[in-house]
């Protein structure tokens, strides 16, 4: 385990979404991203809670509340032994729940490396 203060993880999460496409970043507008200890009665690094931008159709998103990406701080350095794999797994869990939010399923995350 290593451990990073609250803040200092949060830098971690911002730093992997800078890290992302512009593109990308242009399409999560409506997307609030937070941090947690952990999530309550599960084991995950990561959640994404709303509706894919390829589920949505133009009346069934009109008065949704944000998507939501919450990162386990205490998952993620549960299983690191230096800062360097904090930041490595910060950075695929912010890929891997972004990647929900574009419609990307787990099995298909597992092929191309990012479950």
């Known amino acids: 385990m290593f451990e990073v203060t609250r803040q200092r993880f949060e830098e971690l999460v911002a730093d992997a979404l800078d890290s992302l496409p512009p593109d990308l970043g242009k ?3 409506n997307v609030a991203v937070l941090v947690e200890g ?10 994404y809670q709303g509706i894919p931008l390829t589920s949505r159709g133009p009346s069934s998103y009109a008065w949704a509340m944000p998507d939501r990406i919450t990162l386990y701080q205490d998952e993620i350095c549960g299983v690191c032994s230096s800062e360097a794999e904090v930041v490595a797994q910060v950075r695929k869990t912010v890929i891997h729940e972004v990647a929900h939010h574009f419609g ?11 479950a």
């Open 27 to 29: 399409q999560m507008d």
């Open 38 to 47: 952990r999530a309550e009665g599960r084991a995950l690094f990561g959640l």
């Open 104 to 114: 990307i399923s787990d099995p298909r995350l597992d092929e191309l490396g990012w």
